[in-house]
């Protein structure tokens, strides 16, 4: 097994009685962490983008839920879990997309309603182990990718998926850590807009890792394509369906019809909690619309002629999947027999 490290920058630090969240909106100018110690304040950190990748959103929302046990319980007061539960409901309500949320919050759920007495030190053990078990499924998935990888010669990825969108290592980007430390490839990164992702956080933390990376616009990678440079495709997943479609950041649609125009595989690498065991295909996953505002310069918001069309992620067919790895296994091809599979190995 190739030598592997976890980042130093984390987007989560739990303190055991709060949690301190880095403000990915100011990277790589800055590295600032913001410290919540309520559900509310975790909640808005999710919405605002603050804290972002479905991993990661998942691992926050845990710590949301501690967060609220440890305000709100009370052996005198009965009412403690009608205040727990309406803080889960906000954190349910942060981001529609990632299906971790609503996967880490069912677990919170389950340890809240197995402890009639004190459920405070069992559910900030679940949060804990929620984001333990992120970190390892981050370094089996890079294990398994890079053996399907590591002989390629130029990777594309698109948005973040590092350690700053999970619980450290990474999904797509951890992958491609490990091919690297196998064989150096020619690793590309896409600006990834509105947010530049790719711009701001992945050449950040690969250049912390120093691993060479270059930066190109979202709309050259057809020519990069073209020009023979890129083998791999090598992408995260905000929900899996059961048959193998991918809902992810906005531009991996395109980039899979891209691929496919140009002989190029497609990777998915996600943690097994990013399948939704209740979607049977991506025609059923919400898209999250973000505002105008985030995509319309000031000048424009208050014309009545122009308006923005911002939706934050977009669904690829599993027919256009070469591989989606998860640390229960890898699905080839899955647009032959979905991922149901994995949800049973």
Not at 118 to 137: G, R, W, Y
Not at 152 to 161: D, F, P, S
Not at 297 to 314: H, I, Q, R, S, T
């Amino acid at each position: 097994m190739t030598s592997q490290k976890q980042s130093a920058v984390l987007a989560l630090q739990w303190t055991g009685n709060s949690l301190k969240v880095l403000d990915q909106r100011q990277l790589p100018d800055t590295i600032s962490y913001d410290e919540y110690t309520d559900a509310q304040g975790v909640a808005e950190a999710i919405a605002a983008m603050q804290v972002r990748g479905a991993p990661a959103i998942g691992i926050a929302a845990a710590y949301g839920v501690a967060l609220s046990v440890s305000r709100h319980y009370s052996v005198s007061d009965v009412t403690w879990r009608q205040r727990v539960w309406a803080d889960i409901a906000t954190l349910a309500g942060s981001r529609p997309t990632a299906v971790n949320l609503f996967w880490a919050l069912n677990r919170m759920k389950s340890v809240l309603d197995a402890h009639d007495n004190n459920p405070l030190p069992a559910i900030i053990a679940c949060a804990e182990k929620i984001h333990a078990d992120d970190l390892a499924a981050n370094h089996k998935m890079g294990e398994l990718g890079a053996d399907i990888i590591a002989n390629a010669n130029g990777i594309l990825t698109h948005c973040n998926t590092g350690s700053l969108a999970t619980g450290g290592y990474g999904t797509a980007l951890g992958v491609i850590r490990s091919a690297y430390a196998r064989n150096p490839v020619n690793i590309y990164a896409g600006e990834t807009r509105p947010w530049l992702q790719g711009q701001r956080l992945t050449v950040w933390e690969l250049a912390q890792d120093e691993i060479p990376v270059t930066l190109i616009a979202d709309s050259a990678a057809a020519w990069l394509m073209k020009s023979g440079k890129i083998d791999w495709v090598v992408v995260g997943a905000d929900r899996i369906a059961l048959n193998g479609d991918v809902a992810n950041k906005i531009g991996t649609y395109s980039l899979a019809v891209l691929a496919k125009q140009h002989d190029v595989k497609v990777m998915v690498v996600a943690p097994i909690s990013t399948i939704d065991r209740d979607m049977e295909s991506g025609e059923g996953i919400e898209i999250e619309q973000r505002k105008q505002g985030e995509l319309l310069p000031e000048c424009y918001l208050d014309n009545k002629f122009v308006k923005a069309w911002n939706p934050v992620f977009d669904v690829t067919p599993a027919g256009f999947i070469s591989a989606i790895v998860t640390e229960n296994g890898v699905a080839i091809n899955p647009g032959a027999k979905g991922v149901i599979g994995l949800l049973e190995a």
